[in-house]
């Protein structure tokens, strides 16, 4: 049951988005999708380093069915939410085995993550990070299995299954190298802690890089069909370990991805990394503690998932571009999102057995986390040259601060740390916790709600207005045709043409230097632009004005 109303909440916020938002990440994915079905390819603003196959692989089966990229689209969002919301038993299975809560505790605690905005946010779009936290789940959970089970066969079959899934990961997303690099670093930890043998370690390892190998595979599968046009990040990246202020910039933001990891878990997050903090002091016992089935299964888990973190934030903060002028990067949560769950269910467990002391250095030291990282964000963002803000990179402090178009630091901060002092008071106490628990999961509700008006539906509701001509619709093309597409046209134009294009790969010219390619009969321009500087395309005598688009300005012409 709580399965089911998490896809039909998810859906229910999507019941108006019919077209992506988040151009060209998810028009390269719906193409490769279409690929993988046998279908055309197109353009991508992927680079060949982080390119990953493993998401269109879960959307190509919509394609079976229906070519209309609008039916497309909904196919994403029905997967999308079908997957998403496997998070919901996952976390209640990982409430229960790694956490040892009791059955109805662990329920609420999987409501709890399910509902929340790290996760079901990017069920509305047809990108990788919509499934990514229920891989993450999956993983950690059949690694803690590797490290409980209590027959061989159990063991072997976790440990086959966590490599797996890890592998699955890195096909999904470039942020899975840092998963997979970390997946080994367990297995020798395990072998060498004695958890497991090195052979059955050999034998993961081995299944890690099989499964990993999948996204060379499926590359080759999609070969030349689909164009990247994305700059590699490698000189950007040995810069920030290479050079001081590149340095600087990559721990600035890192720092930023904490700071957004404490307040956009409303301060638990910072609780839960406290308390593994404490949980592994004193240092010199932790090697036989880690050695127990039950404590020690628990705290490699979370040992691991805080490595995983701490190296996705490192990386990804050296590889974020540096020139496209987003403020956004300084910080940045989305790469390390879909391990939020994980921190949030520890600063729930963390706060429900602490005793009155722990509180204390739970709350004092979770606050202190949450400031230091604040001030590191906020003077950073004094001397940046950055202005670009996207409300789609921050998801809960744009609601904290009821701000949608600057970021800020102080105002969810201050909120944030609110919220940690009321959890910190509600949560720990019989008559009271209910009530924290059903108003996070309202708060979640709030942030999906205003995501879903103030940042999804602002991102489409201009694409395809009332009077927008559709391709197949309006201006009739037909399997057959040819379509160039003129670069001087609204910049998500393009893509969007591309998906309607079913049947080919459309070409794209400059129409300002150049000629539409001689094999296109279909040529998309720049048409009714004013001005002294306006550009327009009008097409000569061999061809015909097929249908225009007044407000976008561009319109269809057709050779005779």
């Known amino acids: 049951m709580g399965f089911l109303l998490n896809v039909a909440w998810r859906l229910w916020l999507v019941r108006d988005i019919q077209v992506p938002a988040a151009h060209a990440d998810e028009d390269g994915y719906l193409i ?258 880690l050695g127990e089935r039950i404590e020690g299964g628990r705290l490699l888990i979370l040992l691991t998932t805080l490595v995983a973190t701490a190296l996705i934030a490192v990386a990804s903060s050296a590889s974020l571009p540096t020139n496209d002028h987003r403020i956004n990067y300084h910080a940045y949560p989305r790469y390390i999102h879909f391990l939020f769950p994980v921190w949030l269910m520890a600063g729930v467990v963390a706060l429900r057995v602490a005793d009155r002391r722990r509180l204390r250095v739970l709350a004092l030291g979770a606050a202190g986390m949450t400031l230091f990282s604040a001030g590191v964000v906020y003077l950073r963002l004094q001397f940046t040259k950055a202005w670009l803000f996207l409300p789609f990179d921050m998801p809960e402090t744009t609601l904290l601060s009821w701000q949608w178009d600057a970021i800020r630091v102080a105002q969810p901060t201050i909120v944030g740390l609110v919220l940690l002092g009321l959890l910190v008071f509600t949560l720990p106490r019989s008559r009271t916790v209910a009530i924290a628990m059903v108003g996070i999961v309202a708060l979640h509700a709030a942030v999906m709600v205003a995501s879903v008006e103030k940042i999804t539906k602002p991102m489409t509701v201009d694409q395809y207005r009332a009077d927008t001509p559709q391709m197949v619709r309006d201006a009739h093309l037909r399997p057959g045709d040819v379509v160039t597409v003129s670069t001087e046209t609204l910049w998500y134009f393009r893509w969007n043409v591309m998906r309607e294009v079913y049947w080919d790969r459309i070409y794209v010219f400059n129409s300002v230097t150049e000629a539409p390619q001689d094999e296109a009969n279909i040529v998309i321009g720049p048409y009714g632009n004013t001005g002294r500087h306006a550009h327009n395309w009008v097409g000569g005598p061999e061809y015909r004005l097929v249908v225009v688009d007044q407000y976008h300005h561009w319109a269809v012409w057709r050779k005779n």
């Open 32 to 289: 490769a999708a279409r690929v993988l079905a046998g279908g055309p390819g197109g353009y991508s603003t992927e680079n060949t380093e982080f390119r990953r196959v493993g998401y269109p692989v879960l959307l190509a089966p919509v394609y079976w069915f229906t070519s209309d990229p609008f039916q497309v689209y909904r196919g994403a969002q029905l997967i999308n939410a079908l997957i998403n919301s496997l998070t919901f038993p996952l976390a209640y299975l990982f409430a229960r085995r790694v956490f040892g809560q009791p059955r109805n505790w662990s329920l609420a605690l999987g409501m709890l993550v399910a509902s929340m905005p790290a996760v079901a946010f990017y069920s509305q779009y047809a990108m990788t990070d919509a499934v990514l936290v229920t891989f993450a789940l999956a993983w950690l959970l059949l690694l803690h299995t590797w490290l409980t089970a209590t027959t061989v066969r159990g063991r072997v079959l976790a440990a086959l299954g966590a490599s797996a899934v890890a592998g699955a990961v890195y096909v999904l997303h470039v942020r899975g190298t840092m998963v997979v690099v970390m997946h080994l670093v367990a297995l020798v930890a395990f072998a060498v802690l004695r958890r497991t043998s090195w052979w059955l370690t050999i034998v993961a390892a081995a299944m890690t890089a099989v499964a990993a190998s999948g996204n060379t595979v499926l590359q080759n599968v999609l070969g030349d069909a689909i164009i990247t046009e994305g700059n590699s990040p490698r000189s950007q990246m040995m810069a920030a370990f290479t050079t001081l202020d590149g340095a600087v910039r990559t721990v600035a933001r890192a720092f930023g991805q904490l700071w957004y990891l404490a307040v956009g878990t409303w301060g638990l997050g910072a609780i839960g990394l406290v308390a593994l903090v404490l949980a592994v002091w004193p240092v010199r016992d932790l090697r036989r503690r």
